[in-house]
């Protein structure tokens, strides 16, 4: 197990973009997963690979780059490594970009599960407010230990791993109809 986290902070410091990217894509498909076999219990015989395949595209094209990007930004917006600076990019990243970046998901993967407009104006509103009070139960507390303890190149990773739980989640509410 050291080893390969070894070999992950090497290609960490080597290709973060990259990293990044696959592992946020890699991860919502393990959410996927998890969510279809756990939380829904389909089997393996029901399992629908194309949802995992859309959900896996969503965490490379969207969810890998904008939280990374995302990370970019706020360590440029609130400056320092302090206590005070943790609490205040977990209440920008909270109270600004978290209910964006809600939103923004559950319209793309209604748009790619072929929800017409109207339809995913309609999933939003019944799924948004539930998935928002989830997100402040888990994110505050993981944001606050995140923006103090880790670096910032491993930050997305950090968010990713805790994110399997809340992949599975959010892939489920996403693709509830």
Not at 84 to 95: F, P, R, T, Y
Not at 98 to 117: D, M, Q, R
Not at 119 to 128: A, F, G, I, P, Q
């Amino acid at each position: 197990m050291a080893g390969l986290w070894r070999g992950y902070q090497a290609l960490m410091t080597k290709y973060p973009w990259t990293v990044q990217i696959v592992t946020a894509g890699s991860l919502v498909g393990v959410g996927d997963v998890i969510s279809q076999q756990l939380i829904e219990r389909r089997g393996l015989a029901n399992h629908n690979v194309q949802r995992t395949a859309k959900m896996m595209s969503i965490g490379f094209f969207f969810v890998g780059p904008v939280i990374g990007s995302w990370y970019k930004v706020l360590d440029r917006l609130v400056v320092g490594g302090t206590k005070s600076a943790a609490m205040k990019k977990m209440l920008v990243d909270q109270l600004c970009f978290a209910p964006c970046f809600l939103g923004a998901f559950l319209c793309i993967s209604g748009a790619l599960n072929g929800l017409t407009v109207e339809e995913n104006v309609t999933k939003l509103r019944r799924d948004y407010t539930d998935a928002l009070i989830s997100n402040y139960y888990l994110w505050p507390p993981v944001q606050i230990a995140n923006f103090y303890f880790i670096p910032l190149h491993h930050r997305l990773a950090v968010v990713q791993v805790v994110a399997v739980a809340w992949n599975s989640y959010l892939t489920w509410k996403a693709n509830k109809m």
